[in-house]
């Protein structure tokens, strides 16, 4: 099981206020881009939103043993069906998203469903769509010991099986524009 602990560098990270963090089993850079629906002959730095010339989402995808690690900064396309279906049509996907309007979501597809979405501020109410192996961590959300997104990360590695670490942010340097954004 993740270590809860271990996510905690999100809440020093660029994504404070605001993201999305997706994970794509089998799935490599091209593959997950495409998924997105990126536009991948335009670049901009990876934490670009709010920089004038930056489009309105952008995702920036790293490659890891076993697959992809996608990062939005104030985006959530990596939580929408229309992301999550086809980035885990050959297995598993899972993404973290909040905003600074408290909105967010956990959401885990796999072999191109949708599993479950849950908000992670009704963990106290419990969620049976959940995978088995993820209900006693979804309860610790609530927990005043863990933030609710180190709770929402842990989650999205034991759903996946790949590990997400600040290096993983720090090296996802440029973005690419999210079409129909």
Known sequence: MPDIDAHEWLLDSGLVAAGC???MVGVNRAGALAAFGADTTQVVPADAYGYEDAPNSHVSVV???GGTVAFEYNGYWGSRPEVLI??????RAASLFWNVEDDNAFTCAENGEIVATVDMYDADDGDETLPDDLHSMFAQAMDEVFNWRAVGLSM??????IKV???LLASATVGHPVLGT
């Open 21 to 23: 963090i997706t994970v």
């Open 63 to 65: 490659e890891v043993p």
């Open 86 to 91: 086809p980035a885990s049509a050959l297995g």
């Open 156 to 161: 999205v590695e034991q759903f996946t099986g």
């Open 165 to 167: 670490f600040a290096g």
